[in-house]
């Protein structure tokens, strides 16, 4: 809880690309081609509340924000080519 990933590159990796639990902040972050070993991989992936996801890129996950929980924001992030999901 209450971490910070900021400005980071993420790629290839086998499940998630950044994965945070609750009253985190990610930002600045691009997320490649991640989720190969795994059935489904996001770039970003949130399982608690209160979660900050800004200004964040994905491309070629499996799915691209997978974003659970409450009261968690999502802005000026960019999805492009997840499939199946960008959001």
């Known amino acids: 809880n209450g ?9 290839r990796s086998g499940g998630h690309g950044i994965i945070v639990a609750a009253e ?3 930002r600045d972050n691009s ?3 991640n989720g190969t070993a795994v059935a489904e991989g996001a770039g970003v992936r949130t399982t608690g509340n209160l979660n900050n996801v800004v ?7 499996d799915i691209g924000f997978w974003i659970d929980g409450q009261f968690n924001v999502l802005s000026g992030s960019r999805a492009f080519a997840n499939a199946p999901l960008n959001w």
């Open 31 to 33: 997320c490649t081609d």
């Open 24 to 26: 985190s902040t990610v």
């Open 55 to 61: 200004d964040n890129h994905t491309t070629g996950n």
């Open 3 to 11: 971490t910070r990933i900021e400005a980071c590159t993420v790629r």
